[in-house]
């Protein structure tokens, strides 16, 4: 029986924060477990990508596998028919959330995000918005109710990170990990290792 093809959804809203996507789409590229990437890239994306990263639309559709217009209802990954391990959305703009949560799916990436959340499969929201009023927070919290999860892409320092690069890695690696992405770039935390037993026993 032939293998079925195992496919993330990569959507890029409009918010700061675009290298999160782009990421995701490189360290896809080079995963060992063949992940085919199906972009979705919102006009509004690829103006922030061009000012924040100076890359143009075709620079960024050229990681994706398969590329879907943010207008093309009628795409595969619409239908909850069509197989995937899910979609992560990042950045994800407080518009783009706000439209998952009502349910309203005006483009392709909020019908998507619906699609993820009826077939009760992994839809993770990098959430790049600081600060949060009370409505942002009841809409996050709806969305968790929901079966979404919310990861505000937030720095690990305990990887002692040498840049900038090796911060955004690290996150979208953990990203990933909820999808059962295996990258080898998120380490798994053991614990303090130069503790002793003794230091330990002492601290319970």
Known sequence: MEQQQLRLVVGISGASGGIYGIRALTILKKCSMN?????????????????ELKMSKQSVYELADVVH????IGASVASGSYPTLGMLIAPCSIRTMSEISSGMTSSLISRVADVMLKERRRLVLMIRETPLHLGHLRTMVK???????????????????????????????????????????????????????DNIMKLN
């Open 69 to 72: 217009f943010p207008q093309d």
């Open 35 to 51: 992940i085919e990437s199906h972009l979705i890239v919102t006009r509004n994306a690829l103006i922030t990508l061009q000012q």
């Open 143 to 197: 969305l968790t109710e929901f079966g979404a999860v919310i990861m505000p892409p937030v720095p690990a320092y305990y990887t002692h990170p040498k840049t900038i690069d090796d911060v955004i890695c690290y996150t979208v690696a953990r990203a990933l990990s909820l999808f059962g992405i295996d990258t080898d770039i998120s380490p798994t935390w053991l614990g303090i290792r130069d503790r002793t037993h």
